[in-house]
């Protein structure tokens, strides 16, 4: 059996007492509280970005294409899906799925109340499985196969609570064009994101609906919403889907077009690394103070040891197996109780946030392996690195001086 191992076994918490078992036991939990909370912050940290991404994503793709205006009217300019870009695009195994919409300004009526909203025409292609986590109650728009318009409209919850309406009731929108319209629509589902942009005044209705008021072809959309298999891969594609377009179409990310949503997205990524920082920082501090700690507690042992003929290398491992036999204790429980968090949290939605500030009713969890093995590598390198620090102390270390020492 390896002798410094054997010695460092000899001299762990589990087979001493008092102050050397506290030292350890005061290590382990620095260890475990510090990686716990480290794979605690990137669950969330993710679960944040993947839940309010998705919502994103879910109402407006990954990309827009569309024709190319001078003014900011809110009324889209129409396209054909005869261009180059929709006939080709599914062509590419990067993308999804491509949809087209429309989008049109109008005041909606309740009882007693009138809103100012921006219809968004969808038709049968529209992803409604991206959709279906923010729809609370009701059903999606059931489209028609012909030419006729479907009199179905989703309202958010918010728009629904201003003007006193729910899944069932008839609603009025009038659209400001020459001459004036209006159309008479059944709410059938209530959506909910919780995002600003799209909770106060956009509302789903059929793309058909839009076509006949403009008086467009039936082949005519206002744009095209595209989806990538791997959102993460969006400013990769762009320039592909850039090359792909025709020469009056228009390609916007959701990323640039929502940027103050992805901005502070991103902030918060920036907050957790200073964080992750931090916590190595104490981590490493704390290994080296212990384990200046027990070497100053075993200098009568490193004496007698040296006294024995042995030599400064085999003491020091004897500390740096010490170390890392610490580090494993305390990596184990770090994993499992941040991990547990996890799980608990993923399984219960414990605990509520107030989705007026953070977008989601519930502390979201995404599991990513990769950032939670990383965590892992990472401080086991660092902390293992330090423990030669207070071990090169060994090496000066008077055996005769060691062994008189109390």
Same mark, same amino acid.
């Given at each position: 059996?390896? $002798?410094?191992?054997?010695?460092?076994?000899?001299?762990?918490?589990?087979?001493?007492?008092?102050?050397?078992?506290?030292?350890?036991?005061?290590?382990?939990?620095?260890?475990?509280?510090?990686?716990?909370?480290?794979?605690?912050?990137? #669950?969330?940290?993710?679960?944040?970005?993947? &839940?309010?991404?998705?919502?994103?994503?879910?109402?407006?793709?990954?990309?827009? &294409?569309?024709?190319?205006?001078?003014?900011?009217?809110?009324?889209?300019? @129409?396209?054909?899906?005869?261009?180059?870009?929709?006939?080709?695009?599914?062509?590419?195994?990067?993308?999804?799925?491509?949809?087209?919409?429309?989008?049109?300004?109008?005041?909606?009526?309740?009882?007693?109340?009138?809103?100012?909203?921006?219809?968004?025409?969808?038709?049968?292609?529209?992803?409604?499985?991206?959709?279906?986590?923010? $729809?609370?109650?009701?059903?999606?728009?059931?489209?028609?196969?012909?030419?006729?318009?479907?009199?179905?409209?989703?309202?958010?919850?918010? %728009? /629904?609570?201003?003007?006193?309406?729910?899944?069932?009731?008839?609603?009025?929108?009038?659209?400001?064009?020459?001459?004036?319209?209006?159309?008479?629509?059944?709410?059938?589902?209530?959506?909910?994101?919780?995002?600003?942009?799209?909770?106060?005044?956009?509302?789903?209705?059929?793309?058909?609906?839009?076509?006949?008021?403009?008086?467009?072809?039936?082949?005519?959309?206002?744009?095209?919403?595209?989806?990538?298999?791997? @959102?993460?891969?969006?400013?990769?594609? /762009?320039?592909?889907?850039?090359?792909?377009?025709?020469?009056?179409?228009?390609?916007?990310?959701?990323?640039?077009?929502?940027?103050?949503?992805?901005?502070? #997205?991103?902030?918060?990524?920036?907050?957790?690394?200073?964080?992750?920082?931090?916590? $190595?920082?104490?981590?490493?501090?704390?290994?080296?103070?212990?384990?200046?700690?027990?070497?100053?507690?075993?200098?009568?042992?490193?004496? %007698?040891?040296?006294?024995?003929?042995?030599?400064?290398?085999?003491?020091?491992?004897?500390?740096?197996?010490?170390?890392?036999?610490?580090?494993?204790?305390?990596?184990?429980?770090?994993?499992?109780?941040?991990?547990?968090?996890?799980?608990?949290?993923?399984?219960?939605?414990?605990?509520?946030?107030? @989705?007026?500030?953070?977008?989601?009713?519930?502390?979201?969890?995404?599991?990513?392996?990769?950032?939670?093995?990383?965590?892992?590598?990472?401080? $086991?390198?660092?902390?293992?690195?330090?423990?030669?620090?207070?071990?090169?102390?060994?090496?000066?270390?008077?055996?005769?001086?060691?062994?008189?020492?109390?």
């Amino acid at each position: 059996m390896n $002798l410094s191992y054997f010695i460092a076994k000899r001299i762990s918490f589990k087979k001493t007492g008092g102050f050397t078992g506290t030292i350890h036991r005061i290590a382990v939990a620095s260890i475990a509280l510090g990686l716990s909370i480290m794979i605690i912050s990137f #669950l969330i940290l993710g679960g944040f970005q993947s &839940v309010i991404s998705e919502k994103v994503f879910s109402f407006t793709g990954h990309y827009q &294409v569309h024709r190319f205006v001078m003014s900011k009217s809110l009324e889209d300019s @129409p396209t054909s899906k005869e261009s180059f870009f929709y006939t080709h695009s599914m062509e590419h195994d990067y993308i999804r799925h491509v949809q087209g919409y429309a989008n049109k300004p109008g005041l909606l009526k309740g009882d007693e109340e009138v809103e100012g909203v921006i219809m968004k025409g969808v038709g049968p292609d529209f992803d409604v499985r991206s959709f279906e986590p923010s $729809l609370i109650k009701g059903r999606f728009i059931q489209f028609d196969d012909g030419e006729s318009a479907v009199n179905e409209v989703l309202l958010s919850t918010k %728009i /629904a609570r201003k003007l006193l309406l729910d899944v069932g009731d008839r609603v009025t929108i009038y659209f400001v064009q020459d001459p004036p319209r209006f159309r008479r629509l059944e709410i059938v589902g209530l959506y909910e994101t919780f995002l600003e942009d799209f909770d106060e005044k956009v509302i789903i209705g059929d793309i058909q609906t839009i076509r006949v008021l403009n008086d467009w072809d039936l082949d005519k959309v206002g744009g095209f919403e595209v989806f990538i298999q791997d @959102p993460r891969k969006i400013d990769r594609y /762009a320039d592909d889907l850039y090359d792909l377009t025709d020469y009056d179409l228009r390609l916007v990310k959701s990323t640039d077009k929502y940027i103050q949503i992805f901005d502070w #997205l991103e902030l918060l990524n920036n907050n957790v690394y200073v964080f992750l920082g931090l916590i $190595l920082f104490v981590a490493a501090f704390n290994m080296v103070s212990i384990l200046f700690i027990l070497i100053m507690e075993r200098t009568q042992m490193i004496g %007698i040891l040296k006294a024995l003929g042995a030599k400064n290398k085999q003491i020091r491992r004897v500390f740096i197996w010490n170390g890392l036999r610490i580090i494993g204790r305390g990596m184990f429980l770090g994993n499992l109780i941040g991990l547990g968090f996890g799980w608990i949290q993923d399984s219960t939605r414990l605990i509520r946030l107030d @989705p007026e500030n953070y977008y989601m009713s519930f502390v979201p969890v995404y599991w990513d392996w990769t950032a939670v093995l990383g965590l892992n590598i990472l401080i $086991l390198i660092i902390t293992t690195a330090v423990l030669f620090i207070p071990a090169m102390i060994i090496s000066n270390v008077n055996p005769i001086k060691a062994i008189r020492f109390d």
